[in-house]
């Protein structure tokens, strides 16, 4: 697939497609340095070429193919991958816990991409070769809903969404310590200069923005030794580990999370009790309006039956209920 631009400015190239194709100057200094950027039909040499107005940008995208990987095919194909959604141009996935998104320097797993290739799924290269397909991501040990672009053309839209917040997800959490309130969260992220695994609340990190909202508060264990609360949350941005980091920053943990300092004892806390809940967005190429919603996880129902109101729960957990949630925010703390 190849995509034209005419510039009508002068800025740096790299800026140019940052904006034009709504990626990251990263990937875009990627496609440069593979020789698939041409300026009036000669190949851009540097991504901080400074552009004339009236240039013709020409992209040539590279086909995603199936790399070679140093799991198997057999081993692969065991992901537990469920698709909730699929046409020419989207997937929608249910992301088991545990599964890693895409490759990185840390990872030494198969990885949802490796899944997505060896099973022959047509990907976008806009976010280049390690991340061929995916839009948004989720952690390791966050279930829940994701969407994986097909094509370019649909990455592209659907990345525009993303950053217009047409496109979206609600996700259930159970944490430690009730909120006070519902709350909104605006706090800056960068890397834990301590701990690299960890993020955390630094003053020149990049903005952040949460909303918390309160759903059902556990106040009748029979030996009182905690209280659990359910919630759900909403991401305005979308840092690396931002649900935990902001919850941290407030004094609450979510349950299992022992990265960001949860201290339970709980036998029957056995994963992080995240879970992308529901998914919102229009189709990249019909302008459909589409929301999706992936049922909790066995091992997170058992612990939500074990602590909270049946009654309240089928109340509370369902996608009408969680998005007329975030209706408004604006008076929230």
Same mark, same amino acid.
């Given at each position: 697939?190849?995509?034209?631009?005419?510039?009508?400015?002068?800025?740096?190239?790299?800026?140019? /497609?940052?904006?034009?194709?709504?990626?990251?100057?990263?990937?875009?200094?990627?496609?440069?340095?593979?020789?698939?950027? @041409?300026?009036?039909?000669?190949?851009?040499?540097?991504?901080?070429?400074?552009?004339?107005?009236?240039?013709?940008?020409?992209?040539?995208?590279?086909?995603?193919?199936?790399?070679? *990987?140093?799991? *198997?095919?057999?081993?692969?194909?065991?992901?537990?991958?469920?698709?909730?959604?699929?046409?020419?141009?989207?997937?929608?996935?249910?992301?088991?816990?545990?599964?890693?998104?895409?490759?990185?320097?840390?990872?030494?797993?198969?990885? %949802?991409?490796?899944?997505?290739?060896?099973?022959?799924?047509?990907?976008?290269?806009?976010?280049? #070769?390690?991340?061929?397909?995916? &839009?948004?991501? @989720?952690?390791?040990?966050?279930?829940?809903?994701?969407? &994986?672009?097909?094509?370019?053309?649909?990455?592209?839209?659907?990345?525009?969404?993303?950053?217009?917040? *047409?496109?979206?997800?609600?996700?259930?959490?159970?944490?430690?310590?009730?909120?006070?309130?519902?709350? &909104?969260?605006?706090?800056?992220?960068?890397?834990?200069?301590?701990?690299? %695994?960890?993020?955390?609340?630094?003053?020149?990190?990049?903005?952040?923005?949460?909303?918390?909202?309160? /759903?059902?508060?556990?106040?009748?264990?029979?030996?009182?030794?905690?209280?659990? #609360?359910?919630?759900?949350?909403?991401?305005?941005?979308?840092?690396?580990?931002?649900?935990? &980091?902001?919850?941290? *920053?407030?004094?609450?943990?979510?349950?299992?999370?022992?990265?960001?300092?949860?201290?339970?004892?709980?036998?029957?806390?056995?994963?992080?009790?995240?879970?992308?809940?529901?998914?919102?967005?229009?189709?990249?190429?019909?302008?459909?309006?589409?929301?999706?919603?992936?049922?909790?996880?066995?091992?997170?129902?058992?612990?939500?039956?074990?602590?909270?109101?049946?009654?309240?729960?089928?109340?509370?957990?369902?996608?009408?209920?969680?998005?007329?949630?975030?209706?408004?925010?604006?008076?929230?703390?």
């Amino acid at each position: 697939m190849n995509q034209n631009y005419i510039s009508d400015t002068e800025d740096r190239l790299d800026k140019f /497609l940052s904006s034009s194709l709504n990626q990251t100057r990263n990937q875009i200094d990627a496609l440069i340095k593979k020789g698939c950027v @041409l300026i009036n039909k000669k190949v851009a040499l540097k991504s901080g070429q400074k552009l004339k107005i009236g240039q013709n940008i020409e992209i040539t995208f590279p086909i995603a193919e199936q790399t070679k *990987s140093s799991f *198997s095919q057999e081993e692969i194909l065991k992901l537990d991958v469920k698709i909730i959604y699929e046409d020419e141009y989207i997937l929608v996935i249910d992301k088991p816990i545990g599964l890693v998104v895409h490759d990185a320097p840390s990872v030494h797993e198969a990885t %949802l991409v490796d899944w997505l290739k060896v099973k022959n799924i047509s990907l976008s290269t806009l976010s280049g #070769e390690e991340r061929h397909g995916i &839009v948004h991501r @989720l952690d390791k040990g966050t279930s829940g809903l994701l969407v &994986v672009a097909k094509t370019n053309e649909a990455h592209q839209k659907l990345s525009s969404q993303l950053e217009d917040k *047409s496109m979206g997800r609600y996700y259930i959490a159970c944490i430690d310590i009730p909120l006070k309130n519902d709350i &909104v969260v605006e706090k800056p992220i960068g890397r834990n200069p301590n701990q690299r %695994l960890k993020m955390t609340i630094v003053n020149d990190g990049k903005f952040a923005k949460t909303a918390f909202k309160k /759903l059902i508060e556990n106040k009748n264990t029979e030996d009182n030794s905690h209280k659990y #609360e359910l919630i759900c949350a909403k991401l305005f941005t979308g840092r690396t580990h931002q649900i935990r &980091v902001h919850l941290e *920053s407030i004094g609450r943990r979510i349950l299992g999370d022992d990265l960001y300092g949860f201290k339970g004892k709980d036998s029957s806390i056995e994963r992080i009790f995240l879970h992308a809940y529901s998914l919102y967005l229009r189709h990249p190429i019909t302008n459909e309006s589409f929301e999706f919603v992936s049922p909790i996880p066995q091992n997170m129902q058992n612990l939500l039956n074990k602590n909270f109101d049946e009654g309240t729960m089928n109340e509370k957990i369902n996608k009408e209920f969680i998005s007329a949630c975030f209706t408004d925010t604006s008076n929230w703390m």
